[in-house]
């Protein structure tokens, strides 16, 4: 059950939150800097590459290989990248601490000395990456590492010539780990300091050309930490108000660049591990129809309950979860919702809900209108809400930044405001009315 008195009740809400995720998310942006300014210590500055690598390849699991793909997309293919994840598990690693030690990556058999791999990872220890450096040493690839200091990752580095790229942890509390002790959680900031090292690599040899997007994008890292802070009340808060709204729903997030899909992507995962709440993501324009049948299905708008009284007392109706599309684009304003048939818009019942960021800069890389109108015009016809995330920043990795962090927060509040989570005396709730 959903408490959303809990999001403007703020010593309840430091009480839910013991693993301190808002306190980390608040940091991104100085996560960012530090990741940036620890690279530069390590010996990024001093880095005189010969060349661009022919192609790159980027190691890890979980958020590192998430962080690969924002890589990929932020490479806007100048230089092929490929992401290796995972490729098979060994059982017979008797030691292991935890289960990701017993994950194994392989090098593709096409990798050679103009190649360039990059490995990612938030604890350093796992034995498949240390191999997976090994391999490609064999081939006479380049290694750099993004892992904590003196881990074997950051050795492994240092003897195959490589050069290792410091990661910071935070250290937080969870109380939720439970049972699953073997599988080790990543904190929400660890997205941003394992790309920005990357990002900044990237443009020391040449991939990217603007050295200022990472400044800017830990700029805008901090301006929705503050519009999203956990002292703003609901109406004012977007995350507070984009978690509310994703209640007792199954959000079907349509992205419709590569961009904005490593934003829902990342949702995706924040939703399921911060909120233990299902979401399922597609792109723009594939969605409409292979998400088609979804809108059309139990999950969607019943016609009769729709037709039924709408004075009705509702609350001994049962709880029923129900459809909600969520647009991610990048846009210098909201598109109309415009009906395909007629042209026009529909009435004001029929209009989607504003999204949180209504002010999007006019210097930001038009999407296409007709794809979003027919997203639009598709939830209409089959009565689903939809709400919309736009950022009109031309920058891809200052978007990126803009809208991973209002989900990343409205996926926190989401777990924090939910059943079970808040540890609230008996009595202490506000009365109703």
């Given at each position: 059950m959903f408490e959303e008195w809990v999001l403007d009740d703020p010593d309840t809400l430091a009480r839910a939150d013991a693993s301190g995720a808002l306190l980390d998310l608040a940091s991104a942006g100085a996560t960012v800097r530090n990741a940036v300014r620890l690279a530069g210590e390590a010996g990024l500055d001093r880095l005189r590459p010969e060349?661009?690598?022919r192609a790159v390849l980027v190691a890890g699991h979980g958020t590192a290989a998430l962080a690969g793909e924002a890589f990929a997309v932020l490479m806007g293919g100048a230089c092929p990248v490929s992401v290796l994840r995972p490729s098979g598990s060994d059982d017979s690693v008797a030691r292991a601490i935890d289960f990701t030690s017993g994950l194994l990556w392989s090098v593709?058999?096409?990798a050679g000395p103009s190649d360039l791999l990059v490995v990612l990872s938030t604890t350093g220890g796992e034995p498949g990456l240390v191999s997976?450096?090994?391999q490609a040493y064999v081939r006479g690839c380049t290694v750099v590492?993004?892992?904590?200091?003196d881990s074997p990752l950051s050795e492994a580095a240092l003897q195959t010539r490589g050069l290792p790229l410091p990661y910071v942890c935070a250290v937080l509390g969870d109380e939720r780990i439970g049972r699953d002790r073997d599988l080790p959680r990543d904190t929400p900031s660890s997205f941003w300091g394992l790309l920005a090292p990357a990002v900044a690599l990237a443009h020391r040899i040449g991939l990217v050309?603007?050295?200022?997007?990472l400044t800017a994008a830990a700029d805008r890292l901090d301006e929705v930490a503050v519009r999203?802070?956990?002292g703003a009340e609901t109406y004012g808060n977007p995350a507070?108000?984009?978690a509310v709204q994703l209640d007792g729903v199954l959000p079907l997030l349509w992205s419709d660049s590569p961009c904005t899909e490593v934003a829902a992507r990342r949702f995706v995962q924040m939703l399921t591990d911060q909120a233990g709440r299902p979401a399922l993501q597609g792109t723009l324009p594939e969605a409409l129809t292979t998400q088609r049948g979804l809108l059309a299905g139990h999950l969607a708008a019943d016609e009769e309950e729709l037709a039924d009284d709408f004075f009705r007392d509702r609350t001994e109706e049962p709880d029923t979860l129900r459809l909600k599309v969520l647009l991610l684009h990048r846009s210098e304003q909201p598109?109309?919702?415009v009906d395909q048939r007629t042209g026009e818009e529909p009435s004001g019942e029929a209009r989607p809900e504003q999204p949180p960021f209504a002010e999007p800069e006019s210097n930001g890389p038009l999407t296409s209108r007709r794809t979003l109108a027919r997203a639009r015009a598709l939830a209409t016809d089959h009565r689903i809400t939809l709400s919309e995330l736009a950022s009109g920043h031309a920058d891809s990795l200052e978007a990126m930044a803009e809208l991973v962090a209002l989900t990343d927060f409205a996926a926190v509040y989401l777990g924090l405001a939910s059943s079970g989570t808040a540890d609230v005396p008996a009595g202490t709730a506000p009365l109703d009315g």
């Open positions: 060349g661009r690598p593709p058999g096409w997976l450096i090994e590492v993004v892992a904590p200091v050309s603007t050295p200022s997007s999203c802070r956990p507070k108000t984009l598109d109309r919702l």
